[in-house]
């Protein structure tokens, strides 16, 4: 680990200020996921500030219906409380698939946003790697098989998103809320909050380094059931080799691509009347990348339709 | 020299009248280890302030080191020195030994210019705190000069070579009973490469006392890690004080000594400091042993009512180019079924990656995984039950080599389980049973695991305070050795347990064998059991001769042992009283075993069944265990939970071989693709539903004084195979290449239009 200066945030501005002042510096919420990197010397912050006391852990009511998650909600606390089990349960129970209590007693909400990809070669500091190490090539191609990206990947980077929380928001039209150290506050839609890697894969976001995610908002969740399924080697503690949520008669696909995809061409084939296992059929045409994981996921959204279509909430 | 007739006598061990043996006693140190207050090597206390010291390793496979500077390193912040093979202190060449009889040779850390195998140790940093030391690692400048590499067993598995000092095992005339067979097997099974993947990384504190080297170091054979470092630093063993007391995992990995052990102890010496060195959760992937990736070619053939006529284990492993080690994946075939005609031996891949060694069950874990299901492919094609089978198969005597066997409950392991786990309601017809969206299938294979005696030597103190002591350069890996040993104590001199401390992993103490192999109980256990008798003569003869004790002028023959005293009809004293007489340090004998002279007429083994029961999703290919159990046949148990914990254990070890663990080296960088527990995938608790084990009441008089067995490997031998098995009565898809991740199924699945 290189060595770095820790500053404790005393309140939101402070955080912003601090960051400002230090263009190297990372928020540091649960650390579960950075303070892993730092070790290994991925992430080499010179500054951490530590946004962990800042007041952002509330759930709360919007005016339009929906939920408002606080940034710094653990996932263990949104993913129990009642409001999100009983209106957007896909959202529970995407949180609870991931990482493993002990994780998720720590994992925030933002930080599990911003979490990076775990692409083995990108954990690996001594392999190359274009998102770890700009233009010292990709090793995910051509190498040990691995969750490569199905959408979106360029020819510099196959990375895919590890987050399973986000493949719900995503399908719940969730936006993150954001704010800067001039005072302006941004929303993004969750669904295109990640960049796909272009040419750049090292740039995850288009977040600026002073830029603090303040909140996640939750629209009223659609009509129709709610499914979760996520496909993993081990029935628990480990990332998906594939992910889908559904919410009414919307779909998103996870572990696919550099962000929670949602499956655009999925909806439009069901909302034109489409059988679920043509409209996941439709999605997968554009999809590049191996057929094994091309079917797995075929297979995977047509269930999770069906199954959505009797009300199920697995 | 005893021959087994001399254990068949009645002891206080196979009387038990105190009921101290079996007893479900829990672990002593079993609270210190989940509240964190078990010093565990690395958190010893020391003498003064330690050091503490960094590991850097090479990222290329092979090839040299052209040049390497590490002044950088050694003028960061904190940092007291940086080595690299240009500056690190002599020590004796590779392998040298100054005492023939070492145990161990020279393994020197940074040795030379030559890299061998991605990982490998290539410099050294000692920092006052262990984040100094691993920030100035990015100030190394290392230029290497690769050559080709040897990396991926798969391309080199037709080439591979016999075995050293080893020919395959031939009896009768396999090629031509297997082609006169009506009905035949011919498959070939593939499990990778593994990881121990132990919690506690190799680790090590060290400091000098004048001449003399005290290392705390988390090793499984005392004397091994003694010797080896004292022929390292060249000097005699009784120089090097090596401690292990607690061991957080070693399952074969920690047999041998690391570079943390032999670094500490330089730089300790170098700097006149303590130093504690570990190694990385990286290293321990990338810079110790594995189990090597097995190819097994098993062929079948048998008459049309499964009476086996032909056998044939063909497995092709690998290992490093310079570490010669063979995983014995066929070896146990030779003793398991009956079949005239028999052909098993292994080839060999020498590669340029880390060492190859003992994991857990060598040969028998990724053995079995290919037989047991050629045996049930076998009964699927002969329209059998798997069970029935291999009762047909059942031998008289051992088929490799006619010995009768010390005791073979195989049959009554099936039988039970089998009714046990409900084997009746398994639909034979593949695919046929579903739940929702799964299909669900039954399996099962049998286990074998060899038995072993070894010599080992123990000591036993009897202090003025009633309680007994016993020392031994014995090891406990996190299996019970402590708590089995005070059992074996206990029972032995007639003492309750809150009587008997155990003192363990020293290399001043009576030496026994390690950990290793399940031959650590029997092994180290007989050893007490053997000291414990030594005491008994020695305090029956005080007493005897004592004219202050009741039992003075008694045949020390008649005297017995209860309750801490020594008895003879209804005259006793305690033995506390007789200890204290004896002088201030009470009474001390040492006692030993030894393999009984004949021990080898008999085929020893340990033996067992498991059945599984297992979902395949039909729409993800995911394999999820639904309940597992296991009927085992280990000699008589010292402790009802602790042998359970390691035969479950075992177990899910064989779950983790048929559905999740494997690594594989990047052919373009010799590198490991895991090397993290993130990534390598044992198995995890909501893998593991509903698994229990039991053992059959069973005492081998042939094993030892005891009549005990080991345990701690026979729950892995055949578990994957019933896994496996399932899976094929499941969904009817037949896959040999372990471990059966869901990418796989889906394709077989797919394959067969489902
Ligand atoms: C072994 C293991 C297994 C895992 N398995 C899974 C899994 O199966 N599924 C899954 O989804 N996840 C998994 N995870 C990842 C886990 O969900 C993340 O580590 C966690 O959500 C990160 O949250 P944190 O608060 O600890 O983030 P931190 O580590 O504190 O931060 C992560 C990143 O987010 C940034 N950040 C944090 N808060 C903010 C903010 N408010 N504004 C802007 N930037 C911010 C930080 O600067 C940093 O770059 C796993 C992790 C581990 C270690
Ligand atoms: S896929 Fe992306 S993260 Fe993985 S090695 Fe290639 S560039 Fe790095």
């Not at chain 2, 006169?180 to 400091?207: G, I, K, R, Y």
């Not at chain 2, 090596?242 to 690391?258: D, E």
């Not at chain 2, 031996?345 to 020498?350: A, C, F, K, P, S």
Request: charged residues 20%.
């Amino acid at each position: 680990m290189k060595p770095f200066a820790f500053e404790r945030a005393r309140n939101v501005d402070h955080a912003l200020s601090l960051a400002a002042a230090a263009p190297g510096a990372r928020f540091l919420a649960g650390g579960t996921n950075l303070l892993d990197l730092m070790k290994l010397e991925i992430e080499q912050p010179d500054t951490l500030i530590d946004v962990g006391r800042l007041p952002l852990a509330d759930i709360s009511e919007t005016a339009g219906g929906g939920l408002r998650i606080g940034a710094l909600a653990t996932n263990s606390v949104v993913a129990s409380d009642p409001r999100i089990r009983s209106r957007y349960p896909v959202l529970a129970r995407a949180i609870l698939s991931g990482a493993s209590v002990q994780l998720r007693n720590k994992a925030s909400m933002g930080g599990n946003l911003m979490q990076r990809t775990r692409c083995s070669y990108f954990m690996d500091p001594a392999m190359p790697c274009n998102k770890r190490l700009p233009g010292s090539g990709c090793s995910a191609m051509g190498g040990l098989s691995q969750a490569t990206a199905l959408f979106g990947a360029s020819e510099f980077c196959a990375a895919v998103s590890a987050s399973d929380m986000s493949v719900a928001l995503a399908v719940l039209d969730a936006e993150v809320e954001t704010v800067r150290a001039d005072g302006s506050v941004r929303r993004r839609p969750v669904e295109t909050l990640h960049r796909l890697p272009g040419d750049a894969p090292q740039v995850d976001t288009d977040l600026a380094p002073d830029e603090l995610i303040l909140a996640v908002e939750l629209p009223p969740p659609p009509s129709g059931g709610q499914v979760w399924r996520k496909v993993r080697a081990r029935a628990s503690y480990i990332g998906a080799l594939a992910s889908v949520a559904v919410a009414g008669d919307r779909v998103a696909l996870g572990a696919v691509a550099a962000r929670p995809w949602r499956a655009r061409a999925t909806e439009a084939a069901l909302a034109g009347g489409a059988a679920p296992s043509e409209a996941a059929e439709a999605e997968l045409a554009s999809a590049s990348g191996e057929v094994g994981r091309k079917s797995l996921v075929r297979r995977l959204a047509s269930d999770a339709i069906q199954e959505s279509r009797k009300g199920g909430r697995s | 020299m005893s021959t087994v007739r001399d254990w068949a006598a009645p002891n206080p061990i196979t009387e038990n009248r105190s009921g101290l043996i079996g007893k479900p006693v829990d672990r002593y140190e079993g609270r210190l280890k989940v509240t964190g207050t078990a010093p565990y090597a690395f958190e010893v206390e020391t003498p003064s302030t330690p050091l503490y010291g960094h590991i850097v390793s090479a990222t290329i496979p092979r090839g040299r080191i052209a040049a390497i500077d590490v002044s950088q390193a050694a003028s960061a912040a904190g940092v007291v020195l940086a080595w690299s093979h240009l500056d690190v202190p002599v020590q004796a060449q590779r392998g040298a030994k100054l005492n023939p009889r070492s145990q161990r040779g020279s393994n020197p850390a940074l040795g030379s210019d030559r890299v061998e195998h991605y990982g490998q140790s290539v410099a050294f940093i000692l920092a006052d705190t262990p984040e100094n030391a691993r920030a100035a690692e990015s100030r190394i400048r290392i230029t290497y000069e690769a050559s080709d590499a040897d990396l991926d067993f798969g391309s080199f598995i037709d080439s591979a070579g016999p075995a050293p000092g080893e020919e395959d095992a031939r009896i009768g005339d396999f090629e031509a009973g297997y082609s006169a067979s009506e009905v035949t097997v011919d498959a070939t099974w593939f499990s990778p490469l593994q990881n121990h993947a132990q919690m506690e990384p190799c680790a090590t504190t060290a400091w000098w006392e004048g001449d003399k080297v005290v290392v705390h170091t988390s090793i499984q054979m005392v004397k091994g890690g003694q010797h080896a470092l004292a022929e390292t630093l060249g000097i005699p063993s009784d120089r090097v004080h090596l401690l292990t007391r607690y061991i957080g995992g070693g399952f074969g990995g920690k047999g041998q000594s690391y570079d943390d052990l032999t670094l500490a102890a330089l730089a300790a010496r170098e700097s006149g400091r303590p130093v504690r060195v570990a190694y990385t959760r990286r290293q321990m992937f990338q810079a110790t042993i594995h189990r090597p990736a097995v190819q097994m070619r098993v062929r079948l053939g048998a008459d049309k009512t499964g009476r086996l006529n032909a056998m044939a284990l063909e497995a092709v492993t690998h290992c490093a180019r310079n570490a010669p080690f063979v995983e014995h994946a066929a070896n146990f075939a030779r003793n398991l079924y009956a079949a005239p005609h028999r052909l098993t031996g292994h080839r060999l891949v020498r590669l340029d990656i880390p060492h190859a060694g003992a994991m857990r069950a060598p040969g028998e874990a990724p053995g079995m995984l290919s037989l047991e299901c050629a045996m049930d492919e076998l009964a699927d094609r002969l329209g059998m039950d798997p069970i029935a089978l291999r009762i047909r198969n059942e031998p008289e005597v051992d088929p490799d080599n006619a010995k009768p066997f010390s005791v073979r409950q195989l049959v009554r392991c099936m039988q039970e389980g089998a009714q046990q786990f409900g084997w009746d309601r398994r639909n034979p017809t593949p695919g046929a049973v579903r739940d929702g969206r799964w299909y669900v299938g039954m399996g099962m294979a049998t286990a074998i695991r060899g038995n072993f005696l070894l010599p080992a030597k123990a000591g036993l103190r009897l202090t003025g305070d009633g309680l007994a002591t016993l020392t031994q350069g014995m090891t406990d890996i996190g299996t019970g050795t402590y708590t089995i040993l005070a059992q074996i104590t206990g029972e032995t001199l007639g003492l309750p347990l809150d009587q008997v401390r155990v003192e363990l992993g020293d290399s001043n103490m009576p030496p026994a064998p390690g950990s290793g192999g399940q031959f650590g109980a029997a092994t180290a256990g007989s050893a007490a059991f053997e000291t414990g008798m030594v005491m008994r003569r020695r305090l029956a003869e005080l007493a005897a001769g004592d004219p202050r004790s009741p039992l003075y002028g008694e045949d020390p023959m008649l005297m017995d042992f209860a309750n801490g005293n020594i008895v003879l009809g209804n005259r006793s004293e305690s033995l506390a009283a007789l200890a204290s007489r004896a002088g201030p340090d009470g009474v001390y004998v040492e006692g030993s075993i030894s393999p009984a002279a004949d021990a080898r007429d008999w085929s020893q083994h340990t033996y067992g069944a498991q059945f599984a029961e297992v979902g395949v999703d039909s729409v993800t290919g995911e394999v999820r265990l639904r309940r597992m159990f296991g009927v085992f046949a280990a000699g008589r148990i010292l402790n009802a939970k602790l042998a359970k914990s390691q035969i479950t254990g075992g177990m899910i070890w064989g779950v983790g071989a048929a559905l999740t663990e494997s690594n594989a080296v990047d052919p373009r960088y010799g590198s490991f693709l895991h090397q993290d527990l993130g990534g390598y995938l044992a198995p995890v608790h909501a893998d593991i539903v509903n698994l229990d084990a039991v053992l059959l009441d069973e005492a081998d008089d042939k094993a030892n004084p005891m009549g005990i067995k080991g345990v701690g490997e026979l729950g892995i031998c055949g578990s994957g195979a019933a896994i496996a098995n399932a899976v094929y009565n499941a969904c009817g898809v037949r896959l040999r290449d372990y471990p059966l991740t869901p990418d796989k199924v889906l394709a077989a699945l797919e394959a067969k239009g489902l």
